[in-house]
């Protein structure tokens, strides 16, 4: 079942397109991967795939979707004194309006979540007090909150150590076993090839999409980089 | 003649209670000035709403004589400066939030955000000199304006102050969730399909509502303490959202009440008074990490 459906569509700002002639389904239970060049647009994608920027042409659908956003931790500002608690409760805000204040059952929602991501026992710390990796655990259990059936993930691993991207991804991974959608972009091109079973590879403002086996295979690579930056791996 | 403290607290009784909703209401907009990063905005819009009230003084023979100031002449105006509240009010809050949205519209053109606060406020401070010297009032008005002389609050300033006031602590509590969602993260705001632009523009709306009558009320040198300090001197110490609104309202009153006792005890002009006491508010934040 397609949860997201774009047909023809072109993403960029200020109506220049920077990705074109996007056709993609995301369907549920699969694992995508935005990978690609510094500056070739994945981020573009991403944000018309989240519904952060409208098309410039074509349809993007999302009427099968409750979509769990998980942005980059850096962009969060660290003066907010809000607890771990307070972070993820947010995730509850999208059917609460006005006064009307969270429920018992939201708040052991929350802390159900929080268990799910290892972090049951930081329900009281300072969100900005935590390292790296906690935090963007903290914010997949806020996207985890909103019931969603698609997880969008901004660079989940950017700046985190390799223990911290290991913990991160087996969480990927195992709420992805639970029947999940994800939808990841990163710069990890080994985090990608390991998890993802789809690659979508944005390059020249257009979009390939392909088996990561087949897509992120180093001749191939080779070939894809040819002409572009490589990005980071490891 | 000495007189008692209790005498002068009752006769001053106005003014006391619109410092201490002030006290009360204006941290909880600088706490959201200051998360967002936009601290120097509470100095530079009550600069903009004194500009505002000090213009309306240059416009009132004129607009005496063509629109009227109700059953108030123009020489009852000029010497009693709370005998039109609502015309003062009025500028103060035209000015405001004409200041306010020039600040946003181009803080949506990018560049230096505080070199743009810090020329918005050299402005509206050199317009409030210059209008203070084009006004019928003059310079000695501007000078009580911007030092804070408020013990002449009556009761309709009271009841001003307290309505706005009143309605921005309740907007703010009803909205709280929300506003800290749009504030903290609007990406994910927009994802959960949140009304983002609605809560910022509310957000602006409560902050130009306070400013304008924080001004026209109690002066700009009082509000720029209120709004600005206590957020610093509670932030160290607030260990939720929650607890930081709550400990910032409790600075800004323990400000006021100590202003007072200042102001009182050595004959200091109390919005002065109260900006000092908020400074020393400070001080233990200083021995605090977080």
């Known amino acids: ?234 | 003649m000495d007189i008692t403290w209790g005498e002068r607290i009752d006769l001053f009784r106005y003014a006391l209670t619109a410092a201490a909703i002030a006290g009360l209401a204006c941290p909880l907009i600088g706490v959201f000035l200051f998360l967002r990063r936009t601290s120097f905005y509470g100095i530079a819009l009550p600069q903009f709403a004194a500009a505002g009230v000090v213009f309306g003084f240059v416009l009132m023979p004129w607009w005496a004589s063509h629109v009227g100031l109700g059953d108030v002449t123009l020489e009852m105006a000029l010497s009693d400066t709370h005998a039109v509240m609502n015309y003062h009010l009025a500028w103060a809050a035209t000015f405001t939030f004409g200041g306010l949205f020039a600040l946003v519209w181009l803080g949506r053109r990018g560049g230096s955000e505080i070199g743009r606060v810090a020329a918005a406020f050299a402005i509206a401070n050199a317009a409030t000199y210059v209008f203070g010297r084009l006004s019928p009032v003059g310079k000695s008005f501007v000078d009580e304006l911007l030092a804070g002389e408020i013990l002449g609050v009556g009761v309709h300033e009271l009841e001003t102050i307290s309505v706005l006031l009143g309605i921005v602590v309740a907007a703010i509590v009803v909205f709280y969730r929300d506003l800290v969602l749009v504030s903290f993260d609007r990406e994910f705001a927009v994802v959960l399909g949140k009304r983002v632009v609605a809560f910022e523009s509310l957000l602006n709306v409560l902050v130009g509502v306070t400013v304008a009558a924080g001004t026209m009320t109690l002066g700009p040198t009082i509000l720029f303490g209120l709004i600005v300090l206590p957020p610093l001197a509670a932030r160290p110490f607030a260990s939720s959202m929650n607890r930081f609104l709550v400990a910032s309202s409790l600075f800004g009153v323990l400000a006021v009440v100590g202003g007072v006792y200042v102001s009182f005890a050595w004959d200091f002009p109390l919005g002065a008074s109260v900006v000092a006491v908020a400074a020393l508010e400070l001080i233990p934040a200083l021995f605090v990490r977080r």
């Not at chain 1, 220049?16 to 993609?24: C, E, I, N």
């Not at chain 1, 963007?136 to 660079?155: C, F, G, M, S, Y």
């Open chain 1, 1 to 234: 079942m397609a949860l997201i459906r774009i047909r023809g569509a072109s993403f960029g700002y200020s109506r220049r397109a920077v990705v074109a002639g996007v056709d993609l389904e995301i369907r549920a239970g699969r694992f995508f991967g935005i990978v690609g060049p510094n500056g070739a647009g994945k981020t573009t994608l991403f944000r018309g795939i989240l519904g952060l920027l409208k098309p410039l042409g074509g349809t993007v659908e999302r009427s099968g979707a409750t979509i769990g956003y998980v942005p980059q931790r850096e962009s969060l500002d660290p003066l907010y004194p809000l607890t771990v608690q307070e972070v993820v409760e947010m995730g509850a805000y999208r059917r609460l309006s006005g006064w009307r204040s969270l429920t018992h059952a939201d708040r052991e929602a929350a802390r159900t979540v929080l268990a799910r991501v290892g972090l049951a026992e930081k329900e009281s710390a300072r969100f900005s007090s935590l390292s790296g990796g906690q935090r963007q655990r903290a914010l997949i259990a806020r996207a985890l909150l909103t019931k969603p059936n698609v997880l969008l993930l901004d660079e989940p691993t950017s700046g985190v150590d390799r223990a911290a991207q290991a913990r991160i991804l087996e969480l990927l991974r195992g709420l992805h076993r639970e029947g999940l959608a994800i939808l990841l972009v990163s710069h990890h091109l080994a985090l990608v090839r390991q998890a993802v079973d789809e690659v979508l590879w944005v390059s020249g403002g257009a979009v390939r999409h392909g088996d990561p086996r087949e897509l992120l295979r180093p001749d191939q690579l080779d070939e894809l980089f040819d002409t572009h930056g490589a990005p980071e791996d490891d």
